[in-house]
């Protein structure tokens, strides 16, 4: 079993900068990929940001692209999102997730995750 704890998460004006942590307990995350997602209200879940177990390859939801990234540290069981020049559309609740595939894949789809936090609130103003 994994527990995910997310952090991090605040109000910001738009154009600045956020980063989020997701620190996991229970097991180590080393052959976990992990992946961020969120929700605005009224609106369904979506894919954010995934990383692979190595690290090595990471994913990106076009309308991230270029602003956010991801990142882990498997020594300290923690993936992280570094989220710039934030916009008012991304505010929402942003969820961390980790799943085990088979291979050393970034992930985009929610099914393929086991494991979800609670999720951290973000919201951005004008």
């Known amino acids: 079993q994994v527990h995910l704890v997310e952090s991090g998460g605040g109000l910001v004006q738009a154009g600045g900068s956020l980063r989020l942590s997701c620190a996991a307990s229970?097991?180590?995350?080393?052959?976990?990929?992990m992946g961020w997602f969120r929700q605005a209200p009224g609106k369904e879940r979506e894919f954010v940001a995934a990383?692979?177990?190595?690290?090595?390859?990471?994913y990106y939801a076009d309308s991230v692209k270029g602003r956010f990234t991801i990142s882990r540290d498997n020594a300290e069981n923690t993936a992280y999102l570094q989220m710039n020049s934030l916009k008012l559309d991304d505010t929402a609740v942003y969820y961390c997730?980790?799943?085990?595939?088979?291979?050393?894949?970034?992930?985009?789809?929610?099914?393929?995750?086991?494991?979800w936090g609670l999720g951290t609130q973000v919201t951005v103003s004008s």
């Open positions: 990383i692979s177990w190595s690290g090595i390859r990471t």
């Open positions: 229970g097991r180590s995350l080393s052959s976990y990929v």
């Open positions: 997730a980790a799943g085990s595939p088979s291979s050393d894949s970034a992930r985009n789809q929610s099914y393929e995750y086991a494991y």
